[in-house]
């Protein structure tokens, strides 16, 4: 995976603390086996959709917009959740439906 920094501070932070978590220099939880993120590595959200929201804000006005895509990314480890959350993106976008 590859990180565009463009000159930006938080970029730059956000990349070195996905780097320590891929070269396993976080600090795990003896009891829990978890690590735990820095308070300023992301934003929790309560459901998909309120994720697919705050990063894809008025999909269906923007959605034609590759510029505004191409600045946009949720990444998920597994792809089940990757299927939900292009579903959840899918449904936000117009379509003609058909019958």
Known sequence: MSVQLQRDAAAGNFAKQLMDIGNGRMEIDESTQC???PANFCKITESIDELVQKVFPNIAQNYKNHQWLST????????????TINFTIQHGIPSETTT
């Open 72 to 83: 946009r990314a949720i990444l998920a480890a597994k792809n089940i959740d990757v299927n």
């Open 35 to 37: 690590i735990t993120l």
